[in-house]
């Protein structure tokens, strides 16, 4: 599995594999071929520890992308259900889809929100790594 950074060795690809498909960081290094010690140090890696949130993310985007291909029956019979003789059954499908609206809404703007306060985050990283560099002689 790549992660798309080039620096990481075949072992610390093959752990990062092996993290995302154990149920445990004992068993992810068992996988991978290392010893747990080891594994938890790569952790506190920036590097790695990049690769591997950008690697579970990957793996938490492709999930879902499999939930919303789902998600259009879901809705659609959610929305059968609006119809229903019984009012209570209606009801409980129209809170539902409210729910579901409020939270995918409010989940997108936090995801934004995040999105923002980390490339500030990075920006001022980047910053004082720059001056750290400029006051070297």
């Known amino acids: 599995m790549s992660t798309g950074r080039t620096k990481l060795g075949r072992k610390q690809e093959q752990a990062i594999a ?66 229903t003789d019984r009012a209570g059954d209606r009801i409980r499908a129209a809170d539902v889809l409210l729910n579901h609206l409020f939270r995918a809404v409010e989940l997108g703007e936090l995801a934004e929100r995040i999105a923002a306060l980390e490339a500030v985050q990075q920006e001022r990283e980047d910053d004082a790594e720059q001056e750290r560099e400029d006051d070297q002689p």
């Open 18 to 83: 092996a993290l995302l498909s154990e149920p445990n960081h004992e068993a992810a290094a068992h996988k991978a071929g290392i010893a747990e010690s080891t594994l938890t140090r790569w952790l506190t890696l920036p590097e790695f520890a990049a690769a591997y949130r950008a690697a579970r993310q990957r793996v938490l985007e492709d999930a879902i992308g499999e939930l919303r291909r789902g998600g259009r029956e879901a809705a659609e019979t959610l929305r059968a259900s609006l119809k």
